[in-house]
């Protein structure tokens, strides 16, 4: 399996897949996250932020963001161990979004509010990779 982060879609297929209306009710965004070192800004501004730090406002100000669109951040976690399989390098933090369907995640990714705060995600992470998933009709 080979694996490649990405900070934003590069391919045109995945971006009109993701228009496609998707599952019926929530789903469930997986996020796996690599940061970069230090941050690196787009329009060049010095700063002495960690990529996790300039990642650390935008997930502060996206969690605000997000239950406007009718969704909630319900895990974060920082990765400690590797328990099964074998990967090149670890991703540094999980997080999990729920939204109430595909198209609440497209609505606030695309709205103006997101696009201001995407700067500090896109200067603190090195990839990601988003998995979307819903519930399993076997959970508890």
Request: proline share 6%; charged share 25%.
């Amino acid at each position: 399996m080979e694996v490649t982060n990405e900070v934003m879609p590069t391919s045109r297929d995945r971006v009109g897949e993701m228009m496609e209306p998707g599952p019926d009710g929530p789903i469930f965004m997986v996020n796996l996250l690599k940061f970069k070192e230090r941050a690196e800004y787009e329009d060049g501004r010095t700063t002495d932020l960690s990529g996790r730090d300039a990642y650390r406002i935008y997930g502060q100000q996206v969690s605000k963001l997000i239950r406007d669109f009718g969704g909630e951040i319900t895990f974060t976690g920082d990765v400690t161990f590797l328990a099964l399989g074998q990967v090149e390098d670890l991703w540094d933090e999980v997080a999990i979004a729920k939204y109430p369907n595909r198209g609440a995640l497209l609505e606030m990714s695309s709205s103006p509010e997101w696009q201001e705060i995407g700067v500090h995600r896109a200067a603190g992470l090195s990839g990601q990779l988003n998995i979307e998933t819903v519930a399993s009709p076997f959970a508890p």
